[in-house]
C-alpha cells in the first residue's frame, strides 16, 4: 500500500524532526523551504547539525507520541494484512 501524504502532514506529525534527528548523526538532514508555514520545497543536505534545542525536542516526542496515541490501532491493523 502507498498512500501519498503533503509535506506538511509529516511535518506536523513530528516524523520530519524525528528523522532529521536521527540525520543528524551522519549530517544530514531533510531541509525544508518555506514561505510562512507553507514548505515550498524540501531536499536532503549535507549539515554541521548534530542535534535539536531541548525545546524543539520537547516539541518533537510531543508530536511523535500523540501521533501514535491517534494512529496505534490502525498502524497495528496494518502489519497484520
Given at each position: 500500500?502507498v498512500?501519498?501524504?503533503?509535506?506538511d502532514?509529516?511535518r506536523?506529525s513530528g516524523m520530519l524532526?524525528w528523522?532529521?534527528?536521527?540525520l543528524?548523526?551522519f549530517g544530514?538532514?531533510?531541509?525544508?523551504?518555506?514561505?510562512?508555514?507553507?514548505?515550498?520545497?524540501?531536499?536532503?543536505?549535507?549539515?554541521?547539525?548534530?542535534?535539536?534545542?531541548?525545546?524543539?525536542?520537547?516539541e518533537?516526542?510531543?508530536?511523535?507520541?500523540e501521533y501514535?496515541k491517534?494512529?496505534?490501532t490502525?498502524?497495528?491493523?496494518?502489519?497484520k494484512?
Open positions: 500500500m498512500d501519498k501524504r503533503t509535506w502532514e509529516f506536523s524532526w528523522i532529521n534527528m536521527m543528524h548523526t544530514w538532514a531533510i531541509v525544508c523551504d518555506m514561505d510562512g508555514d507553507i514548505i515550498k520545497s524540501a531536499y536532503p543536505a549535507r549539515v554541521k547539525f548534530r542535534g535539536f534545542t531541548e525545546d524543539r525536542n520537547d518533537g516526542y510531543r508530536k511523535v507520541s501514535m491517534i494512529n496505534a490502525e498502524l497495528r491493523d496494518e502489519w494484512d
